[in-house]
């Protein structure tokens, strides 16, 4: 079965930094690029972070791009966000998730869609 | 970049109706287009891809439809397990995504 399992959520006071994990297994990790979501308390989700397969590539949201860091062990079959600087509004539930994709028949790019999710870990910010 | 909204925020409905949830993108996204649902307390759940693609899994009453800048998500008869909330997001821009601020679907 495919899995994945967030860890390392908290309360941390602004300023701060944490660093979130992401377990995954049941599928070849190192064939997949992967993904972190965040839905802040009552609002809707906002994709924040993408790594490709290898980790040599990685993608932000503006709203943290110099502040947090997405990383993967592939020996470890482990993704990680590095956030550092964190703000009140940083507070929400954050979703790791695996990225599938699907070979266009026409077109320049591949189809991306976050199609296995983790159940969540909490982070807090706040004095 | 590309920003996402959709309509209705919200909406009312019985089950058994057909429901209708409308997206729009900033630019011409092709087809690059997907739907999520959410259910209160839990992780999204992917329903449809590439605009008009069917997840493994999920039922035959959710279908997509819409390329370039306007699609929609339709539910042919809604059953009680559907109420949640519905996001389109856009994967046009390689692993660049975005996410359209959401429609709850709640009983009338």
């Given at each position: 079965e495919v899995q994945l399992l967030e860890s390392g959520g908290g309360l941390v006071q602004p300023g701060g930094s944490l660093r979130l994990s992401c377990a995954a297994s049941?599928?070849?990790?190192?064939s997949y690029a992967m993904s972190w979501v965040r839905q802040a308390p009552g609002k809707g989700l906002e994709w924040v972070s993408a790594i490709s397969g290898s980790g040599g590539s990685t993608y932000y949201a503006d709203s943290v791009k110099g502040r947090f860091t997405i990383s993967r062990d592939n020996s470890k079959n482990t993704l990680y966000l590095q956030m550092n600087s964190?703000?009140?509004?940083?507070t929400a539930v954050y979703y790791c998730a695996k990225i599938g994709q699907l070979e266009p028949t026409l077109g320049l790019y591949y189809y991306y869609y976050m199609d296995v999710w983790g159940k969540g870990t909490t982070v807090t910010v706040s004095s | 970049d590309i920003q996402m909204t959709q309509s209705p925020s919200s909406l009312s409905a019985s089950v058994g109706d057909r429901v209708t949830i409308t997206c729009r993108a900033s630019?011409?996204?092709?087809?690059?287009l997907n739907w999520y649902q959410q259910k209160p307390g839990k992780a999204p759940k992917l329903l449809?891809?590439?605009?008009?693609s069917l997840q493994s899994?999920?039922?035959?009453?959710f279908s997509g439809s819409g390329s370039g800048t306007d699609f929609t998500l339709t539910i042919s008869s809604l059953q009680p397990e559907d109420f949640a909330t519905y996001y389109c997001q856009q994967s046009y821009s390689t692993l660049l995504f975005t996410f359209g601020p959401g429609t709850k679907v709640d009983i009338k």
């Amino acid at each position: 079965e495919v899995q994945l399992l967030e860890s390392g959520g908290g309360l941390v006071q602004p300023g701060g930094s944490l660093r979130l994990s992401c377990a995954a297994s049941g599928f070849t990790f190192s064939s997949y690029a992967m993904s972190w979501v965040r839905q802040a308390p009552g609002k809707g989700l906002e994709w924040v972070s993408a790594i490709s397969g290898s980790g040599g590539s990685t993608y932000y949201a503006d709203s943290v791009k110099g502040r947090f860091t997405i990383s993967r062990d592939n020996s470890k079959n482990t993704l990680y966000l590095q956030m550092n600087s964190l703000r009140a509004e940083d507070t929400a539930v954050y979703y790791c998730a695996k990225i599938g994709q699907l070979e266009p028949t026409l077109g320049l790019y591949y189809y991306y869609y976050m199609d296995v999710w983790g159940k969540g870990t909490t982070v807090t910010v706040s004095s | 970049d590309i920003q996402m909204t959709q309509s209705p925020s919200s909406l009312s409905a019985s089950v058994g109706d057909r429901v209708t949830i409308t997206c729009r993108a900033s630019q011409s996204i092709s087809s690059y287009l997907n739907w999520y649902q959410q259910k209160p307390g839990k992780a999204p759940k992917l329903l449809i891809y590439a605009a008009s693609s069917l997840q493994s899994g999920v039922p035959s009453r959710f279908s997509g439809s819409g390329s370039g800048t306007d699609f929609t998500l339709t539910i042919s008869s809604l059953q009680p397990e559907d109420f949640a909330t519905y996001y389109c997001q856009q994967s046009y821009s390689t692993l660049l995504f975005t996410f359209g601020p959401g429609t709850k679907v709640d009983i009338k």
